[in-house]
């Protein structure tokens, strides 16, 4: 969803399970006390390797000391695999959905045209069924400008819909 639809203006690829590992030990050796990790850019979940590498590594160098873990995601993605990792690495999931579904969809559409508002709201409730923790961001546009939305609607949608007292709303 970010810079040119997760591709940053490069072909598309997914990072290595080495490289990530190695990426976080370097950054380990400026900040020791990072207290939380996070998973971006593009679709994080469309590199489980990666995320169970960079895991594994955290769990042996840590242990239950380990840095939190988050993974932001536009929640389209959910099969066992996916779940095993979030469950078993406790990672905690912030999922981008811009509000009801005429504006998320207008403003995040599936390649093929079909709704991704339905899809994300039936994972967040199967995220939740599994026992992992569900946070939201919202990109506030002039789409739901133009549509009468307000960031009061979008609160209220939030809590109504997916019982989430404090979304994150950006501008």
């Avoid at 242990?63 to 939190?68: D, H, I, V, W």
């Avoid at 979008?154 to 109504?160: E, P, R, S």
Wanted: proline fraction near 6%; glycine fraction near 6%.
């Amino acid at each position: 969803c970010y810079a040119d639809h997760g591709q940053y203006h490069a072909p598309s690829s997914l990072m290595p399970p080495e490289m990530a590992v190695n990426i976080v030990e370097r950054c380990l050796t400026f900040y020791p006390l990072i207290r939380s990790l996070q998973f971006f850019g593009g679709e994080p979940l469309l590199n489980p390797d990666a995320i169970e590498a960079v895991c594994e590594h955290l769990t042996q160098r840590f242990g239950q000391r380990r840095p939190k873990l988050v993974a932001t995601t536009n929640g389209t993605i959910l099969d066992d695999r996916i779940a095993d990792l979030l469950a078993k690495y406790e990672i905690g999931l912030t999922i981008s959905i811009d509000g009801p579904r005429e504006i998320h969809d207008r403003l995040r559409p599936t390649r093929s045209m079909r709704s991704s508002h339905d899809l994300v709201t039936r994972n967040v409730a199967a995220f939740r069924k599994l026992g992992i923790e569900v946070d939201v961001e919202c990109t506030y546009t002039s789409a739901h400008v133009r549509s009468g939305v307000s960031v009061i609607d979008l609160m209220g949608y939030f809590h109504d819909e997916l019982d989430i007292g404090v979304p994150h709303i950006a501008w």
